[in-house]
C-alpha cells in the first residue's frame, strides 16, 4: 500500500466534515430545513470516518479494490475508482470494534440517520421541528463525540473564523440568541459559547425590548404628535436618495396591502 498517499486522509476528512457540521447547524440555527438534516448526517458520517481512518485509513472500507493480477501497490485513487466505504448505519459498530469507542445515545443516532434517508429519498418525513432535532443531536450526541475525540467542539470552528458571516454571528450574540430559542445554553454550551457572547445575547435581548416599547411608543402617538417630534428632531437631518428609495418602496408596499 502507497502509505504516503494515505497519510493525510484522516485530517483532510476531519476538515472537511468539521466545515460541513459547522455550516450545517448554523442552518438548523436559521430554521433552514430538511437539508440541516442531511448536512448534519453528512458531516456525522465523515467525521466518524476520520476517526477510524486515525487507526488505519482502510478501516473505513466495506468493499476494497481487488488486486487481480497488478503488482502495483494499492493507491488512494483505486480506493477512490473501486473502494466501497461504510455506511452511516455500519459504523458505530466499527468505530466500537477499531478504537473501543461506543456511541451512548445510539438509538437517537439511528433515529437521525433514518430522517435523513427519508429526506434523500422520499423528499420528505413524518416528523416536525427537524431545526431542533438537529440541534439536539448535535448538541447532545455528535459534539461531545468530537469533543472526546478531538478536543475541539463545532463551536470553536464559528468562533474562530474571521469571516463576519461567523464572527459577528458569534460575537454579537446571535448564534446563541439562535441556539437558545430552541434549545436550553446548558453548563457545557456556557462554558464553550463563552460569558462575552452569552452576554452579548442577553444585550441584545434588552435592547430589542426597548425596540420594541419604543416601537409602541411611537405608534400610540397622533399624526400630529409625530409630526411634531419629526420637526423637533430630523427637520435639519437631510434624506438622502436612497432613503427616499426606502420610504417610497414602504409606501407602495402598504398601498399594495391596503388594495388587497
Excluded at 59 to 83: A, R, V
Excluded at 215 to 231: D, G, M, P
Aim: proline share 4%.
Amino acid at each position: 500500500m502507497d502509505k504516503d498517499s494515505m497519510k493525510d486522509v484522516p485530517r483532510n476528512m476531519r476538515l472537511t466534515g468539521m466545515f460541513l457540521f459547522r455550516s450545517a447547524l448554523i442552518e438548523a440555527s436559521r430554521g433552514e430545513i430538511p437539508m440541516c438534516v442531511v448536512h448534519t448526517a453528512h458531516a456525522a458520517e465523515i467525521l466518524l470516518k476520520a476517526r477510524i481512518a486515525q487507526e488505519h485509513p482502510l478501516l473505513i472500507f466495506s468493499k476494497l479494490p481487488k488486486s487481480d493480477s497488478s503488482k502495483d501497490p494499492l493507491t488512494l485513487m483505486n480506493l477512490l475508482e473501486s473502494g466501497r466505504t461504510l455506511t452511516y448505519e455500519e459504523l458505530p459498530d466499527q468505530l466500537w470494534a477499531t478504537t473501543g469507542i461506543k456511541i451512548e445515545r445510539l438509538n437517537q443516532y439511528r433515529e437521525f440517520g433514518r430522517l435523513r434517508n427519508q429526506i434523500i429519498h422520499l423528499s420528505m418525513t413524518n416528523t416536525k421541528e427537524l431545526d431542533l432535532i438537529t440541534i439536539r443531536y448535535s448538541f447532545e450526541l455528535l459534539d461531545p463525540l468530537l469533543e472526546s475525540f478531538w478536543g475541539r467542539s463545532v463551536i470553536d470552528f464559528i468562533r474562530n473564523d474571521p469571516r463576519p458571516d461567523y464572527s459577528d454571528s458569534y460575537s454579537l450574540g446571535l448564534f446563541a440568541g439562535s441556539i437558545n430559542e430552541v434549545y436550553p445554553i446548558d453548563e457545557r454550551l456556557r462554558s464553550l459559547l463563552g460569558e462575552d457572547a452569552i452576554n452579548s445575547w442577553e444585550e441584545l435581548q434588552y435592547k430589542e425590548k426597548e425596540w420594541e416599547e419604543e416601537e409602541k411608543r411611537w405608534e400610540s402617538l397622533t399624526n400630529e404628535e409625530k409630526q411634531e417630534y419629526y420637526n423637533e428632531h430630523c427637520v435639519d437631518a437631510p434624506i438622502s436618495s436612497e432613503t427616499e428609495e426606502i420610504l417610497d418602496a414602504d409606501a407602495n408596499w402598504k398601498n399594495f396591502l391596503e388594495s388587497f
